[in-house]
T-cell receptor
Framework: AQSVAQPEDQVNVAEGNPLTVKCTYS??????LFWYVQYPNRGLQFLLK??????LVKGSYGFEAEFNKSQTSFHLKKPSALVSDSALYFC????????????FGTGTRLTVIP | DGGITQSPKYLFRKEGQNVTLSCEQN?????MYWYRQDPGQGLRLIYY???????QKGDIAEGYSVSREKKESFPLTVTSAQKNPTAFYLC???????????FGEGSRLTVL
C-alpha cells in the first residue's frame, strides 16, 4: 500500500532564510511524486513533480524538491523564504503502475516570519 | 480561461438532506476526482472517474454517489447516509493517470 508521511505539522522560518518541508513515501515500484500548496479556503495549486530523470526538480515560485530513492524522501526546498510563501503544503504520491489514486500526506503548515 | 469550477462555494444543509455539489471542467481531461479534506487528515479520495459513464469508489465512498454522463461534469451527491458530512470538498481532474491533478476552489459543506 502506498503512503506519504509529512513528519512536521508546522514549520516556522524567518523571511530570507532557506526553508525545507519534509516528505517521505512508501510505494510499490517507482513513485510519481508531487508537491501542492493550499491557501486558506482555496483549492490546491500544483508546485512540482518528479516522474523520472534528474533527482532535483524545479517548480513554481522558486521551489525545488530533491528525490532521494535510498531514503524514500522528496523534501521541498526554497533558498530564500518569502512571507507570501506562508501556506499549507501537501506531498502526494502515485505508484508506478499508473493507478489513479494520488495519495496525500496530512500537510505541513509553513509560516514565514517577517 | 481553462479550469475547474465548483459550486456552490459554501453550502448549509440540515441533517437528513441530500446535497449535490457541482464540478465542471473545460480542460478536456478524461479523469476526474472528488476528495474530502478534514483538518489534520490531508485529502481522502471519495470517487474517481477515468472516462465518461464509468467511475470507481475511492477510500471513503460510503454515503456518497457520483455520475459521469458528460466528460466535462462530475457531480457529487452527499446523501443522508453519510454520517459526518461537514467538510471541505475538492474536485480535481488530470489529463492522464500519471499526471498532476488540477483542483477546483472547493465547496465547504456544513450540516446543521
Amino acid at each position: 500500500a502506498q503512503s506519504v508521511a509529512q513528519p512536521e505539522d508546522q514549520v516556522n522560518v524567518a523571511e530570507g532564510n532557506p526553508l525545507t518541508v519534509k516528505c517521505t513515501y512508501s510505494v510499490s515500484g517507482n513513485p510519481y511524486l508531487f508537491w501542492y500548496v493550499q491557501y486558506p479556503n482555496r483549492g490546491l495549486q500544483f508546485l512540482l513533480k518528479y516522474i523520472t530523470g534528474d533527482n532535483l526538480v524545479k517548480g513554481s515560485y522558486g521551489f525545488e524538491a530533491e528525490f532521494n530513492k535510498s531514503q524514500t524522501s522528496f523534501h521541498l526546498k526554497k533558498p530564500s523564504a518569502l512571507v507570501s510563501d506562508s501556506a499549507l503544503y501537501f506531498c502526494a504520491v502515485r505508484d508506478g503502475t499508473g493507478a489513479n489514486n494520488l495519495f496525500f500526506g496530512t500537510g505541513t503548515r509553513l509560516t514565514v516570519i517577517p | 480561461d481553462g479550469g475547474i469550477t465548483q459550486s456552490p462555494k459554501y453550502l448549509f444543509r440540515k441533517e437528513g438532506q441530500n446535497v449535490t455539489l457541482s464540478c465542471e471542467q473545460n480542460l478536456n481531461h478524461d479523469a476526474m476526482y472528488w476528495y474530502r479534506q478534514d483538518p489534520g487528515q490531508g485529502l481522502r479520495l471519495i470517487y474517481y472517474s477515468q472516462i465518461v459513464n464509468d467511475f470507481q469508489k475511492g477510500d471513503i465512498a460510503e454515503g456518497y454517489s457520483v455520475s459521469r454522463e458528460k466528460k466535462e461534469s462530475f457531480p457529487l451527491t452527499v446523501t443522508s447516509a453519510q454520517k459526518n458530512p461537514t467538510a471541505f470538498y475538492l474536485c480535481a481532474s488530470s489529463i492522464s493517470s500519471t499526471g498532476e491533478l488540477f483542483f477546483g476552489e472547493g465547496s465547504r459543506l456544513t450540516v446543521l
